[in-house]
Nanobody, 121 residues
Framework: QVQLVESGGGLVQAGGSLKLSCTASGSIFRINVMGWYRQAPGKQRELVASITRGGSTNYADSVRGRFTISRENAKNTVYLQMNSLKREDTAVYYC???????????????WGQGTQVTVSS
């Protein structure tokens, strides 16, 4: 079993910054891709950013240049630094990890419970 625990969400004014963290624990052999998704009320969940184990990153057009994803492989942790926040960034942010489990080497997608980010004007 694998658990993803997120932290760092909250209320911030437009133009401000927040940093999200997500740590995976449990029966982990290796984590391949880690990422952040978000879901606003009435909208579908969308990819915000992802990062491979080697550090290659991918961003949604709406956040490129404002958000930075990073990870610490030794800590099974991924971060999302969010700068220049806009009202439209308001959503529940979910951590995602593609995990190779142990002792049986099977790859699963795991999700965190979500953390609310609210940007006020």
């Amino acid at each position: 079993q694998v658990q993803l625990v997120e932290s760092g969400g909250g209320l911030v004014q437009a133009g401000g910054s927040l940093k999200l963290s997500c740590t995976a624990s449990g029966s982990i052999f290796r984590i391949n891709v880690m990422g952040w998704y978000r879901q606003a009320p009435g909208k579908q969940r969308e990819l915000v950013a992802s990062i491979t184990r080697g550090g290659s990153t991918n961003y949604a057009d709406s956040v490129r240049g404002r958000f930075t994803i990073s990870r610490e492989n030794a800590k099974n942790t991924v971060y999302l630094q969010m700068n220049s926040l806009k009202r439209e960034d308001t959503a529940v942010y979910y951590c995602n990890a593609e995990v190779v489990t142990t002792p049986v080497f099977i790859t699963y997608d795991y999700w965190g419970q979500g953390t609310q980010v609210t940007v006020s004007s």
